[in-house]
């Protein structure tokens, strides 16, 4: 593998079970996709098209049932469960599109957690002058389900931020927020990425995804299209042929 690709995924494909029928689904069919170290990739698709499914394989949270995934030269999926643990810890941010932010804890301490169990150093300062960039005004000793949507989604994505890690996935960041808090949020993880981290994106943002580096379009499963340094339009199109009923 060449030094500069932080992800490689080789013909993933995903079953789940439906139900307790013991019937399988496939959600994924054969994917192939890579993505550089500081490339900033967006992933779009209709509801249901397997952005988040394609998101979880790609980062070691869930395993494909056939295919290979390699991140930062690593494949997570023949590490032992505790090893792919400290991997993702260490390496990989995920701001979840459900926030998965720990209700009983304050917001501030969901924020350094992933810090304390890496044993990384939590610079206050930082962290509260990142809130002030995100315009995070609520009180960070509240517990998080005293918060707003939108507040929440701030202190899931201040969570990733402030870990330093080399790959960072982002499950439609930007879907609880105004438009100026989306904007700062985009430009934080277009910084991340001209730093080198490797940003993939999730979104239904069109225009967000355009002024990102690719965007990738899923539908039904399947990685239908690759745009490198796409317009607005181009995406606009791309969509709209692709939900147009056959
Ligand atoms: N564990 C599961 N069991 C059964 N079906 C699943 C499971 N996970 C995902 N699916 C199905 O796979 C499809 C893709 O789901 P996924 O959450 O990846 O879509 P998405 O593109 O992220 O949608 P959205 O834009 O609404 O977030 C959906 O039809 C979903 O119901
Ligand atoms: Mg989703």
Known sequence: MTKNKAIVLENVTKSVEIGESGKTMEILHDISLEAEKGEFLSIIGASGSGKTSLLHCMSGLSIPTKGQVTILD???YELRAS?????????????????NLLPALP?????????RLAGKKIDKQEIL??????KFHADITSFVDALSGGEQQK????RVLVANCEVVFADE????????????VFDLLRYLA???????MVTHDIEL??????????KDGQLVHSISKPFATQLFEAMSEETRPA
């Open 74 to 76: 690593v494949h997570p």
């Open 129 to 134: 002058s990142l809130l002030d960039q995100l």
């Open 173 to 184: 960041p930007t879907g609880a927020l105004d438009s100026v808090s989306g904007k700062i």
């Open 209 to 218: 995804a355009a002024n990102t580096d690719r965007a990738i379009i899923m």
């Open 155 to 158: 202190i899931a994505i201040a």
């Open 83 to 99: 090893k792919i643990a400290a991997f993702r810890r260490t390496k990989i941010g995920f701001i979840f599109q459900a926030y």
């Open 194 to 200: 001209n730093q080198g981290v490797c940003v993939i």
């Open 107 to 115: 917001a501030f301490e969901n924020i350094v957690l992933p810090l």
